[in-house]
Structure formats: structure tokens, C-alpha cells
């Protein structure tokens, strides 16, 4: 293969990588993927799945996923538009047509798994290719989600019980007297909110959640800098003044920045998506919760799980929701000696960091340089994670933000949740957001640091 490029996954964080490169570098790509297209876990996602987030903040930086739509009906109208899995596969499918392939200087090989080596080999035919000594290698698969359709159950299933990925929830023919869902993170809160939906009594669902999650309030995680640096400069003036992590989600809560679903329970989970009111109040009617930690195994009419057993239907549906889709590994530097790893840089919106990335390596030489330019960060987890995760999504910031023509693109790409795009008109409500973050930033961001490192990491 004839390529300056080998792009091995072709989800999100490739896609993402690749339309910034090839935006500000005349080069040839080569993207690989095992699955039959472009738009990674996407492709198998659960089919009432829709982004937590802004479709704004998602996608690739040269073209604006659901072009900046806002919601004008429904519960979150005045809010922009979230898509749902059939606009993001079109999308990517789309974006692969029109700008990759046809520029003529990205192709793609689906269905292909990469061997290591510069190597690749189709699983429809078996043909093997490979790339020359100069091309680079861009692994984008290193924080590549599980979802509950492509894994299997972390736990052990008895004769005679219904287990289903989120998926299958959609085909069941016949309602059972009683649902369970287990997990505690966005598919589970997505699954409940499916069923009340259409009309399943909430007494009907028992919800097993390991752990209690903080979620962030949607309304507020929004395209709008008044907004967005808003609710950052209230998250360091909190942060500054706190004594303890679990004291300042409390004030977050306060400032309606975080959501708790059960407001009697402390959470100790923070991987903090959104979730909109309107869903608080509706998941709030499920009390059938269980609280006993994570399931050892399921039998006919009953859970065993860490802490205890308790009794379900014996025709109950357990609806698996508990895949690992933010993943924990160790941070390393973006380019190493063989392979550049896309990670997040700043404190969440991954397809931001992969676009940074793309531009940074289309525009230095220096590989030192370019890893100064883009420091990873993490995923939130328990509340230190969080913390961790902001502290460095903060260094970082500073770090690329100092950088004129890397702050010049970063302003101009809408996947920038912090930006304040050209030729947007300051108002006060903007004005007073950037006066507390030039005040509190410092003092905050230490503070997190500090309460990071003093607080355990519970797993």
C-alpha cells in the first residue's frame, strides 16, 4: 500500500483524526476497520440510542453534525439537537464519500483486521497488505468502547433465564411481568427511560446499579459560551472553596451543574454524562433499585450479587447495559516512537482531541513538540477520576491554547466546547463568565489537583 497514513479504526476518533489531517496536509491516508463500514461502535449501537451531548460537540472538525440544529418541541426544546444513531452512521457515511474518498486521498478497507507489523488482512477474502517503513501508524482503536451488543455478560446466566443485550429489548415479543436493568451509567438511564416511555409501569423495573452515578445537567453542556464558560467558572469557584470532592458535587448540585438520581444516596461514580431534567424526574419513579453491588450471576427468580441476593420474576428479562464503554487505561504520549495514540486532551469531548490531534500532526514536525502541544487526559470514574480528568483537560488546554495558530483553529472548530467562535457577540452574561474564570481558574484547578490526589480512587 501507497500510504503516508495507516488510520487503524475508523470510529469516531479515527474519523475525526483523519478529516483534520488531511485538511492541513497534502497526504494519502489509509484507514482500516474491521467492521463493514465507517462510524465504529456506532454501527451496532442499541437503535434508541442518541448522544448524550450537543450533536455540535461530536463528529469531525470540518463539517458540523446535525448543522447546529436547535430542538423547537419536546422536552428539551430550546436545547440543540442530540442525533440519533441513524444520522451519525449517515453522517460518517457521508463524510467518508464525499471528503475522504473523494478527495482521492483516503481510502478504506473494511473488514479488515490490522496484524501489527504494518500488516492488515481482510476477513472476507484473507488478502494481506502492507504499508512502507515511512508511513506512520495511527492507533485510534486504544479507547475504543465495549457496548452491551458485542460482550458478553459479566456474569454468570442459570437455566431458564432471559438475559438480552440493550439491543434486543426492541424485538421482545411478549412483555414479561418484570424488567431488569443493570448497569449504572448513560445505556441504563437510556434503557429505563425507553420503557416508561412505552408505558411500562415503573414498578414493572428493577434497576440494578452497582454504583450511584453523578451526571451532569445537559441544559447547561450547551454550544453557547455565555453557557459552557459559565458553568465552568461556577465549577472552579466551587472547586476553590471546597473541602472534600464529595462536599463539592454537593455544591455542584446546588449550582444545578450535577444530577443525582436518588438525592438520599452520596454517588461515588462520576463518569458524568448529561442527562436532561426531564429524564430525573422520570428515571425518580423507578424504586425498585438495588444497591448491592455488582452481579455474580443470575438464576431463575433471583440476583446473587456481591453484597446479596434478591428476588426477581421468574420471567423476568435482565437487560444487559453494564458494558465498559469508557475505558480506564494508562495515559501515554500521543506520539510515541512507532505509533500516534489519539486520546482524549481536554477534559472530555474525545472527538475534539482527536481533530487536535490530526492538526497538530499535520502542522509540526517535532514529535516532543507535538506531545507538549497535546497532553492526554482520562476518563472521569469515582470523583478523583473526575478531578484528575479536569486538572489535566486544564493543563492541556493551556498548553495548545498558547499556541496562536493552534488557538486560531480550536476557536474556528464548533467541536471546541470552550471556544468563542469569531465575530460572536460578547454580552454581559459572557463578560461576567470570563472575569470569575480569570479569577478562579488558578485557585480552582490546584485545589482539584490537591483534593485528586488526597481522595481514593474507588473502582
Not at 457521508?94 to 478504506?108: C, I, K, N, Q, T
Not at 517503513?133 to 432471559?162: K, Q, W
Not at 445537567?217 to 459560551?225: E, G, H, K, M
Not at 490531534?357 to 507538549?372: H, I, S
Request: proline content about 7%.
Amino acid at each position: 500500500m501507497d500510504a503516508d497514513y495507516l488510520v487503524v479504526g475508523a470510529g469516531a476518533t479515527g474519523m475525526a483524526f483523519t478529516d483534520a489531517l488531511i485538511d492541513h496536509a497534502d497526504v494519502r491516508v489509509a484507514l482500516v476497520d474491521r467492521r463493514y463500514g465507517v462510524g465504529g461502535h456506532w454501527l451496532a449501537a442499541y437503535p434508541f440510542v442518541r448522544l448524550h451531548q450537543s450533536s455540535t460537540f461530536y463528529g469531525v472538525a470540518s463539517t458540523v453534525l446535525g448543522g447546529g440544529r436547535i430542538q423547537s418541541t419536546g422536552p428539551e426544546a430550546g436545547l440543540h439537537e442530540r442525533a440519533d444513531q441513524p444520522k451519525i452512521t449517515s453522517y460518517y457515511s457521508d463524510l467518508l464519500a464525499d471528503r475522504m474518498v473523494g478527495s482521492g486521498r483516503v481510502e478504506l478497507f473494511a473488514g479488515c483486521d490490522y496484524l501489527g507489523e504494518r500488516t492488515f488482512v481482510s476477513r472476507v477474502s484473507g488478502q494481506r497488505y502492507e504499508v512502507a517503513e515511512r508511513c506512520r501508524i495511527v492507533d485510534a482503536r486504544y479507547l475504543a468502547p465495549d457496548i452491551p451488543a458485542e460482550s458478553e455478560p459479566r456474569f454468570g446466566v442459570g437455566d431458564g433465564v432471559r438475559v438480552i443485550p440493550v439491543n434486543e429489548v426492541v424485538s421482545l415479543e411478549e412483555a414479561p411481568s418484570q424488567y431488569v436493568v443493570v448497569g449504572s451509567g448513560k445505556t441504563a438511564t437510556d434503557a429505563c427511560i425507553w420503557l416508561l416511555a412505552r408505558g411500562v409501569d415503573p414498578d414493572a423495573i428493577c434497576w440494578v446499579r452497582p454504583r450511584e452515578p453523578w451526571m451532569l445537567n445537559r441544559a447547561l453542556i450547551q454550544p453557547d459560551p455565555a453557557i459552557y464558560l459559565g458553568m465552568f467558572a461556577d465549577l472552579v469557584q466551587a472547586a476553590g472553596a471546597a473541602p472534600s470532592l464529595p462536599d463539592l458535587f454537593l455544591r455542584l448540585e446546588e449550582l444545578g451543574i450535577m444530577h443525582r438520581i436518588d438525592r438520599s444516596v452520596t454517588p461515588t461514580m462520576a463518569k458524568a454524562p448529561t442527562l436532561g431534567t426531564w429524564e430525573l424526574e422520570q428515571l425518580r419513579t423507578i424504586q425498585h433499585v438495588v444497591r448491592l453491588g455488582h452481579i455474580a450471576s443470575v438464576r431463575r427468580g433471583r440476583l446473587d450479587l456481591a453484597e446479596g441476593s434478591v428476588a426477581i420474576a421468574d420471567d423476568a428479562v435482565v437487560v444487559d447495559c453494564a458494558a465498559d464503554g469508557l475505558k480506564r487505561l494508562p495515559r501515554i504520549p500521543i506520539w510515541g516512537p512507532d505509533v500516534i495514540t489519539p486520546q482524549p486532551v481536554r477534559a472530555g469531548f474525545p472527538c475534539f482531541g482527536a481533530a487536535l490531534t490530526g492538526y497538530v500532526e499535520a502542522t509540526r514536525d517535532d514529535d516532543t513538540d507535538k506531545n507538549r502541544l497535546c497532553q492526554p487526559s482520562s476518563y472521569g470514574n469515582s470523583l478523583a477520576d473526575w478531578a484528575r480528568m479536569n486538572v489535566l483537560g486544564a493543563r492541556s488546554s493551556a498548553a495548545f491554547g498558547a499556541e496562536p495558530d493552534v488557538k486560531a483553529w480550536s476557536d474556528s472548530v464548533a467541536l471546541n466546547p470552550a471556544r468563542i467562535p469569531p465575530g460572536y457577540a460578547v454580552t454581559p452574561a459572557l463578560d461576567d463568565a470570563l472575569s470569575r474564570l480569570q479569577r478562579s481558574l488558578p485557585a480552582g484547578i490546584a485545589r482539584l489537583d490537591e483534593l485528586s490526589r488526597t481522595t481514593p480512587s474507588v473502582p
